[in-house]
């Protein structure tokens, strides 16, 4: 949302908000976020371990992750 459709209508931007962040934009540039204070309070006001942050639960974590095993084998290391 541009900021001069905010400034006319503040009261859709709230509507909007209410499924989630919205970003007002001056001159083509996001500037601002508007967010329900419920959001703001559990997402960003508090602050979070790495594991809280990726233990939430709309988090994308794949528990199930296994990295790759990483060998030098084949290559040419100088020790």
């Known amino acids: 949302m541009t ?3 905010f400034n006319q209508n503040p009261s ?3 509507k909007v908000a209410n499924d989630g962040p919205l970003v007002i934009t001056e001159h083509g540039e996001a500037r601002y976020v508007l967010v ?3 959001d703001f309070r ?4 508090r602050p979070k371990s790495l594991y809280d942050a990726l233990n939430h639960a709309d988090s994308s974590f794949d528990d199930d992750f296994t990295p790759e ?3 030098f084998e084949g ?3 100088a020790f």
């Open 3 to 5: 900021s001069a459709d």
């Open 12 to 14: 859709k931007a709230k």
């Open 36 to 38: 329900r204070y419920s």
């Open 42 to 45: 559990d997402h960003w006001r």
């Open 69 to 71: 095993r990483v060998t």
């Open 75 to 77: 290559r040419d290391v």
